[in-house]
């Protein structure tokens, strides 16, 4: 497996991979999360012009897709019941999402996230099980509640990534 930017010509593969994990989410019980369309082709599309979209591969085909990016998330200015571990830079995974899960995919998309970053932080819906185990798995700690612009409640986690060694931040 690799990790590599999103293409225009991968905007099919994720929109698929996208529709697949919400069908996922509904299975283990995640009614609310990903309604409707979203995220979809427009917003796989968005985050591939803005710098930010990624893919997995495995043998030339997709296989899962997250957008990642250090710099500031407007939606983690303000923690409810807790607070973020430093106020350095970080990075944030949003929208991971894999085309069969159960096989250490979406562990694979965080590692390299990690390993780019001083602190990465992430975040997800309460019903969202199968994600809270992936975070817990790779070590994130539980930091508090975020709130969406729409008002949306989501459990905010942390961990510091690779380079937080390299400049004496662990």
């Given at each position: 497996m690799h990790i590599r930017k999103s293409l225009p010509g991968d905007i099919k593969a994720?929109?698929?991979i996208y529709r697949e994990a919400r069908r996922f989410m509904r299975s283990t019980g995640n009614l609310t999360q990903w309604t409707g369309s979203y995220p979809g082709e427009e917003s796989a599309y968005k985050d591939m012009l803005l710098g930010r979209g990624y893919v997995c591969e495995d043998d030339y085909a997709v296989i899962a897709a997250f957008c990642f990016y250090e710099g500031v998330d407007p939606s983690y200015a303000r923690i409810h019941g807790g607070c973020w571990a430093g106020d350095s830079r970080y990075g944030v995974i949003h929208s991971v999402a894999v085309l069969k899960p159960g096989e250490r995919t979406g562990g694979f998309c965080?590692?390299?996230?990690?390993?780019?970053?001083?602190e990465l932080r992430a975040d997800t819906h309460r019903s969202n099980l199968p994600m809270r185990r992936?975070?817990?798995?790779?070590?994130?700690?539980?930091?508090g509640m975020i709130y969406l612009p729409d008002g949306g409640e989501r459990?905010?986690?942390?961990?510091k990534g690779?380079?937080?060694?390299?400049?004496g931040l662990m």
């Open positions: 994720i929109t698929e965080v590692d390299y996230c990690l390993d780019n970053c001083r992936l975070l817990t798995k790779k070590g994130f700690v539980y930091r459990m905010a986690y942390s961990r690779s380079l937080a060694q390299t400049c």
